[in-house]
């Protein structure tokens, strides 16, 4: 949309034929000459009767996926779509109508069904020429009307602004809940990406930095991963010029090898699966730029084997179990490297066996095994599934009467729900911005056999909202392979997790659970439930930061800026420059005098005091909030929070507390996590009177027999 750009910025990935990782997956298709498709499409409709010449790759794109297609209506959307941009023409001098070939060309590769295909032909033709929504709904229908409406409001959206969480919600807004709509303007940025060379270099990066940082992501999570392959090698040429060059070398010196190990090992894969009477097709799948550059980063200098994949494609699951044997029997398997998303596919339903095996010069070389339909999926994600919104046949229903279909709930569905769901745009993007940043996932299993998919580092609040939704709000506890658990448990890939729920319909999710939430639907739930029932701090006085009310235009009588902070007689005093403020100290760092502090203006009227050194303080500052002037008070008690972290022995915790008593401590709260691997860490909140007194206590518990270490609390804080 509105594509500024005509020929490459590098060769790399957009030109560099036999050494282009995207090129081995349409050896049969060879990427469009586009001046010469811009000439055809300036004959205009001279030939009614027929599809005309600049739209005939299209035609074999999509009769390849869909014999059966119906082309009429492609052959009208040209039409129109010619007509309407007749004229207009594209900064390298192209005929504006190569654009939205080229992006329909991408996602009939992709198997793209017939609306998908007319609305991308129609995508700029509402927001770049006269046509109006209402003709394409007259001509094409409602659903045509609906995808190019979306699309069009997609690019109104300021990508640029895409750090700022309203940009983004926007923009999720926009796709109207479907995922065709996102998967038009991935093609459309990838076709842009291509021919982004003749713009400038700042624009160039800065269109680059939008697409890693919110694109690319997207295109992960809905599957496509054609389409994020590519995106990430465009961008590592712009973004790393020099690390690019040096990876595109190392390319085409491997390519120009007169021996690949990787050949001799898939001849002898085939001799293997021939003897075995599995029928399949063996090919080798060459590393994408990004994908070379990091092997290269993780393992230094690189070998043929280093290069690529081979990949195995059969025709049933059962097959595929079948070549895992085979290869695992008769070659030597590296079993660490073996993995199964076929029993328990990915988030973006990526489905497939990983393994890798030995090859005689002691090289290793990874082997995906996947069926024909698997492959597509993995490569096409959503695309491939047609119309996902379309009723199926009733044999295709669920047990329950809801229909089968990966999408729905899918990742984009149940991100709309989660910024429904977030009480204000802050909370909505830092749980997104968490969620697109992961990208390792792990799979645990319930004791009913069923399994949860989540972010690695996920804890035991996450498994709880995941499998129970709202209903976690009574979550008591958990047992992790048996054995009780606190929720603040981390979990790993094939733990066994049982949450034990309590009976108390007015259960209540605790303000601690969110500094151990890692899932936006975990965060956005008891964030909201926080923000539904606002209590008064029992410290404090004060409305909490997570549950404080909206501001009102009427504040009410405020005390002078110097005077004494109401409602903390037994902590240290703060004075804050702001008049009517109340003090919170952030339980992130939990500031005690004479720490150096800053404060930050949050809902109600309060003002939450950080240590300067709080990871916390960075990133508001970062986020353009506005600081407030605070300093400490006459008062000297204070409350702070440590973490001792020990050996296991007896008695520790006994002598623990008992010299922490001995020093005047008044323990408030502790927590001790399971130990791991003879490791324990105990979590302490506690009342000193002097804050003088603090660096002494620490001193006292550092010399208990075991411990090891001990620190200020520095827990990730929500932004305030």
């Keep these: 949309m509105n594509a500024e750009a005509v020929n490459p910025a590098t060769p790399g990935p957009v030109t560099s034929g036999h050494v282009t990782p995207t090129g081995s997956r349409r050896k049969s298709r060879p990427r469009l000459d586009l001046r010469r498709l811009g000439r055809a499409a300036l004959l205009g409709p001279a030939a009614r009767d027929r599809l005309p010449d600049a739209i005939g790759h ?426 009780l658990a606190t929720l603040s448990t981390v979990l790993k890939d094939g733990d066994t997790v049982q949450l034990l729920m309590g009976q108390d319909a007015a259960s209540e999710p605790s303000r601690e659970w969110l500094e151990h939430a890692h899932t936006p639907a975990a965060r956005i739930a008891i964030q909201r439930w926080l923000t539904a029932h606002p209590v008064q701090d029992e410290a404090s006085g004060a409305v909490p930061e997570e549950a404080a009310r909206p501001l009102t235009d009427d504040p009410g009588p405020s005390p002078a800026p110097d005077a004494p902070v109401p409602g903390r007689p037994t902590t240290a005093q703060v004075l804050v420059d702001r008049a009517g403020a109340t003090v919170r100290l952030a339980g992130c760092c939990t500031p005690v005098p004479p720490d150096e502090v800053t404060g930050f203006a949050v809902r109600g009227g309060a003002v939450t005091v950080h240590r300067v050194e709080c990871a916390g303080v960075a990133r508001m500052k970062s986020a353009g909030r506005a600081e407030v002037g605070v300093r400490w008070g006459e008062g000297t008690e204070c409350r702070v929070t440590l973490v001792a972290e020990s050996f296991v022995r007896p008695h520790l915790l006994a002598d623990l507390t008992e010299a922490m008593a001995l020093e005047g401590a008044e323990i408030v709260s502790a927590t001790v996590e399971p130990p791991d691997r003879q490791q324990v860490r105990h979590t302490y909140t506690v009342q000193l009177p002097d804050a003088a007194h603090l660096p002494t206590l620490m001193r006292a518990m550092r010399n208990v027999a075991g411990v090891y270490d001990v620190s200020r609390a520095q827990r990730q804080a929500s932004d305030a």
């Design 58 to 483: 299209v035609v074999d794109a999509h009769r390849a996926h869909h014999p059966d297609a119906d082309l009429e209506t492609l052959r009208r959307a040209y039409l129109l779509a010619e007509s309407s941009h007749r004229g207009q023409m594209r900064k390298s001098g192209e005929p504006y109508i190569t654009h939205p070939l080229a992006v329909t060309l991408i996602l009939a590769e992709l198997g793209a069904e017939t609306t998908t295909l007319t609305a991308s032909l129609l995508h700029d033709t509402v927001e770049d020429t006269e046509v109006t929504l209402d003709q394409v709904g007259e001509q094409f229908g409602e659903e045509v009307r609906y995808l190019v409406d979306g699309v069009t409001k997609l690019e109104k959206v300021d990508y640029g602004a895409a750090a700022e969480p309203e940009t983004f919600r926007k923009m999720l807004v926009a796709t109207g809940n479907d995922v065709r709509v996102m998967s038009i303007k991935l093609a459309d940025r990838l076709h842009n990406m291509r021919t982004l060379g003749v713009m400038r270099p700042e624009k160039q990066e800065r269109i680059a930095k939008v697409t890693r940082d919110v694109l690319i992501p997207l295109a992960e999570r809905l599957g496509v991963q054609a389409l994020k392959t590519e995106l990430e090698d465009l961008v590592f040429a712009i973004l790393h010029p020099e690390e690019y060059e040096h990876t595109r070398e190392l390319i085409v010196r491997n390519a120009a090898r007169a021996d690949d190990p990787l050949a001799e090992v898939a001849d002898d894969v085939r001799k293997v699966l021939r003897e075995a009477d599995i029928t399949a097709e063996v090919l080798i799948r060459p590393r994408h730029f990004v994908s070379v550059h990091r092997v290269s980063r993780r393992r230094g200098a690189l070998r043929g084997a280093d290069f690529g994949r081979l990949l195995v494609l059969v025709n049933e699951d059962a097959d595929c179990y079948g070549v895992l044997g085979e290869l695992h029997t008769c070659m030597t398997p590296v079993v660490s490297e073996f993995k199964d998303f076929i029993a328990v596919p990915k988030f973006n339903l990526y489905q497939s066996l990983h393994t890798a095996v030995a090859g005689t010069d002691g090289q290793v070389v990874e082997v995906l095994i996947r069926t024909h339909q698997m492959h597509k999926v993995a490569e096409a994600g959503v695309v491939a599934l047609g119309n996902p919104y379309a009723a199926p046949p009733e044999e295709q229903s669920a047990s329950d009467g809801e229909r089968v279909d990966p999408t729905r709930p899918g990742w984009l569905s149940r991100l709309l729900d989660w910024q429904r769901a977030a009480p204000d745009p802050d909370t909505f993007w830092s749980t997104l911005r968490e969620d697109l940043a992961q990208d390792r996932e792990i799979t645990v299993f319930r004791p009913d056999g069923g399994t949860l998919g989540l972010p690695e580092g996920a804890t035991c609040v996450d498994a709880a909202y995941a499998q129970y939704g709202e209903d976690a709000h009574a979550c008591i506890g958990a047992r992790v392979n048996g054995r």
